[in-house]
């Protein structure tokens, strides 16, 4: 029979183990998978305080090590609340892909909207982030994998299972899209941009352009091929849209924004 415990009872075994609220003779008259549960759960509980002291110290230490970074200047210091500027630039992310992506996809479309919150609450000037149709797999792996998103400011991003339609006017809806004809050239505060949730590795062709011509909404591209030579197709995570919009945003220079966020190994430098 496998004794194989989690390693806080690592070197105890039910056979020597002085249990905490019964008698030894009574904890050896219980099933061997009875004992085996009390013996973990005690032991985790005479622990709990060890292992939080443990937590509380490596949550120092990363703060600790953010500060060295700050004063290196290798990032930023958080920006306050008080110290950012807001815009009145609107912008959505549509998360409803949930059927054109795998576990790990899903996985990293959640990751890519934590980056555009982070952006969003350290940007300078930042605006109105609207995350729809968030359902299915996306919405359990935030509700299992990523709970801190209930603590989430509203100012700096909203979350729900609403269409973008049910909450603006059609008429201001702009989907951006790679496939689109048209090129924006500046970003208008009475439009609401809206960026595709989904991990795209060229699976889904036109698939967001499609999606706003069934709507019947404006559709464009960011004019990333006026400004810089891409040594791949104009494909970029959702975050690093975002953050080119926030750029943009802050400082209206469309090359500067792309030069900034977009991956030097995705520029054609010859």
């Known amino acids: 029979m496998d004794e194989t415990v989690p390693h806080w009872t690592a070197g105890l075994s039910v056979d020597s183990y002085e249990p905490k609220e019964m008698s030894r003779e009574e904890f050896q008259l219980l099933p061997r998978k009875q004992q085996k549960r009390i013996m973990k759960q005690e032991m985790w509980d005479r622990r709990a305080d060890e292992f939080k ?3 509380r110290q490596k949550n120092r230490d990363g ?33 409803d892909f949930d059927d054109k992506m795998d576990d790990r ?28 149709q968030l359902h299915g797999r996306c919405r ?21 299972d609403k269409e973008y339609p049910d909450l603006f006017p059609l008429e201001s809806l702009v989907y951006l899209t790679a496939d689109s004809p048209n090129v924006i050239e500046t970003l208008d505060e009475t439009k609401v941009y809206i960026i595709g949730g989904l991990v795209d590795k060229n699976r889904y062709p036109r698939l967001t352009l499609d999606k706003a011509e069934r709507q019947g909404i404006q559709h464009a591209q960011l004019p990333i091929g006026r400004y810089v030579q891409m040594s791949t197709r104009k494909i970029m995570t959702v975050n690093q849209i975002f953050e080119m919009l926030l750029r943009f945003i802050d400082v209206p220079d ?9 991956p030097a190994r995705k520029l054609d430098n010859e």
Request: net charge positive.
């Open 254 to 262: 469309w090359k500067a924004a792309f030069l900034d966020v977009i």
């Open 63 to 95: 703060r600790r090590r953010r500060k060295e970074r700050v004063r290196e200047g290798e990032i930023p210091p958080r920006r306050k609340a008080e110290d950012q500027t807001r815009t009145g630039h609107r912008f959505v992310i549509d998360m």
């Open 53 to 55: 002291e443990k937590q």
């Open 105 to 132: 996809e899903i996985k990293s479309i959640c990751a890519q909207v934590q980056r555009c919150y982070a952006a969003n609450r350290q940007a300078a000037r930042c605006v109105d982030l609207h995350i729809t």
């Open 140 to 160: 359990e792996r935030f509700d299992t994998g990523l709970s801190q998103h209930a603590g989430w400011a509203v100012e700096h991003i909203k979350m729900e």
